[in-house]
Each structure stands twice: as C-alpha cells, then as structure tokens.
C-alpha cells in the first residue's frame, strides 16, 4: 500500500480550482491486493509500487483535469498492469477544498475481470 502522498495537480471543475498558478494540493491512498503465496507454498509475487508513485509524482505537469475520477481511474488501470493484482482500492482527495471537512474526494474499488 501507498499511505498519504501528497502532489498536487490541476484539477477540479469550479472556476476558482482552473488558475493555473495555484494547482490543488492532493492526498493519495493506494492498496493492490495479490496472492501471498503462489504455487506449492512458493511465495507469492511481490508488487513494485514505484509505477504507481511515479504516475503520481507526474501530476504536476499534467495538464488540468476536471474531475478526481479521472485521476483515480488512471491509477486503477495502472495498478492492473501490474499482472499479480488482482483487486485494488484508490483514493484521492482534496484536503483545502472545505474548512468544516478534512477533505473531500474520490475512492474506488475495483476486483479484475469485474
């Protein structure tokens, strides 16, 4: 798992979230679940979580998206190229979006194949 790291990107549809001189700060979950153990007591393949912390690193310089999922999305296809998972969980969230709130934001869940 991938635990609170933080980038920014521009992202967000309000006409105040489009200034391209103040991206969003963002917060990002990841969990790739895969077998422990493979054939015959054999351990299980390992995950190299660097592909998926890189994609986020890259944010920055992306050019604006509206909308989380997008961004979430992209993260859940990228965790599914990696044959071994075969479920993942992602989240990103806004943490300076509302003063009452921690953060607001976007989580999925998606098994392979459904």
Known sequence: MLRGVRT????????WERHAERPARLIVDVDMLA??????????PLIDYDIVR????????????DLL???AE???ALCFS???VQACRVSV???????????AGIELFRVRGG
Do not use: S, Y
């Open 8 to 15: 920014e990107a521009h992202v967000g549809r309000h006409a």
């Open 35 to 44: 077998p422990t153990e493979g054939p015959a007591g054999v351990a299980g």
């Open 69 to 71: 999922e997008t961004l």
């Open 54 to 65: 890189d994609a986020v690193r890259a944010w920055p310089g992306r050019p604006h998206t």
């Open 93 to 103: 969230q806004k943490p300076d979006i509302f003063n009452e709130a921690d953060a």
């Open 82 to 84: 990696i044959p071994a």
């Open 74 to 76: 992209e993260l859940v």
